[in-house]
C-alpha cells in the first residue's frame, strides 16, 4: 500500500513485480538502477531496516570494478550554483543544506583542488553524505580521506557513506 503521504509500505514493496520494484526504488542509488534490481529477489523485506540492508547487499556484493563503475557514476562534488543547479533534486536538497551554494570562492578552490586530487589518486569521486554536517566539516573529512593510503579503505568509506546517503532517500520513499 502507499501512505497518504506517498510513501511506499514494506508490505507492498514485497508485493511488487520486479519492473516494479526497480520503478519505486531504483532512484535510491542515483544513476544504478540494478543495485534495485539486484535486490527484488531478497524479498520479503521485514522493515525499512531490512529493505536497506538488501539494497546495501546488493552493492556491497557486486564486484570490485561494479562498485568503482558506480561509484565513478556519481559527480565530483558541486560548489557552484550553476554546478548544484544541474543536480538531481536530492542532491540539490543536500548541497544547499550543506552551505555549498554560500561558499567562498577560496573555499570552491579548495574543495574542487580536494576532489580532484582524490580523484586522481583513489580512482573514483569522493562520496561523503552531505546531511548533517556543514561545508567545512566536508572540507575537513575530504582532506583527511585525501591522506589515506588504502583505496580499499577508501572504498569502503564511500560505500558507508552511499549506505548513509541512501538511507536518508529511503526513509522518505518507504515505510
Known amino acids: 500500500m502507499t501512505q497518504s503521504d506517498g510513501r511506499i509500505s514494506v508490505a507492498r514493496a514485497n508485493e511488487m513485480d520486479h519492473d516494479e520494484f526497480v520503478e519505486a526504488f531504483g532512484s535510491v542509488f542515483e544513476y544504478a538502477p540494478w543495485v534495485a534490481s539486484n535486490t527484488w529477489s531478497s524479498k520479503p523485506f521485514e522493515s525499512v531496516d531490512g529493505l536497506q540492508d538488501a539494497l546495501m547487499q546488493s552493492l556491497k556484493g557486486a564486484d570490485r570494478g561494479d562498485q568503482i563503475k558506480f561509484l565513478s557514476g556519481h559527480t565530483d562534488m558541486q560548489v557552484t550554483t550553476e554546478a548544484i543547479a544541474a543536480m538531481t533534486p536530492d542532491s540539490q536538497q543536500e548541497h544547499i543544506a550543506a552551505g555549498f551554494d554560500k561558499l ?33 566539516e566536508i572540507l575537513a573529512l575530504a582532506e583527511q580521506h585525501l591522506g589515506n593510503d588504502s583505496t580499499d579503505m577508501e572504498l569502503y568509506f564511500a560505500l558507508t557513506e552511499v549506505g548513509k546517503i541512501t538511507r536518508m532517500r529511503l526513509d522518505k520513499l518507504a515505510v
Open 104 to 136: 567562498t570562492a577560496h573555499q570552491q578552490e579548495r574543495i574542487e583542488h580536494l576532489v580532484t586530487a582524490y580523484r586522481t589518486r583513489f580512482g573514483f569521486p569522493f562520496v561523503a553524505a552531505l546531511r548533517g554536517r556543514n561545508a567545512a
